[in-house]
Nanobody, 127 residues
């Protein structure tokens, strides 16, 4: 059974950076595309980024393009999301999830394509 655990969130000032980690257990994740999502208070969960199983292809939501970077280390069974130039609007619980039916990413990161959700890690951007 695939299990994902997020970590690395915290409180950061605007303009600061964080690196989130998504670590898998149960099975290796090298055959799955992995997505990052976020959910702000009172809002729906939205897709942030996706990385193909090989790591050679990535997708970003327009709101984070140029600021966030997704990567993976399949040998360590871990996927990362580097958050740079953080803004208050980035405040949310961040989740990772696996696309269990595809090794590639669509142009839009849709939660309907993903499962095996982690429990999330809180990112708070505030002065």
């Amino acid at each position: 059974q695939l299990q994902l655990v997020e970590s690395g969130g915290g409180l950061v000032q605007p303009g600061g950076s964080l690196r989130l980690s998504c670590t898998a257990s149960g099975v290796t994740v090298d055959v799955y595309a992995i997505g990052w999502f976020r959910q702000a208070p009172g809002s729906e969960r939205v897709g942030v980024s996706c990385i193909s199983s090989s790591g050679r292809s990535t997708v970003y939501a327009d709101s984070v393009k140029g600021r966030f970077t997704i990567s993976r280390d399949n040998a360590e069974n871990t996927i990362y999301l580097q958050l740079n130039d953080l803004k208050p609007e980035d405040t949310a619980v961040y989740y990772c999830a696996a696309n269990r039916r595809s090794s590639t990413c669509r142009d839009t990161v849709s939660g309907a394509d993903f499962g095996a959700w982690g429990q999330g890690t809180q990112v708070t951007v505030s002065s």
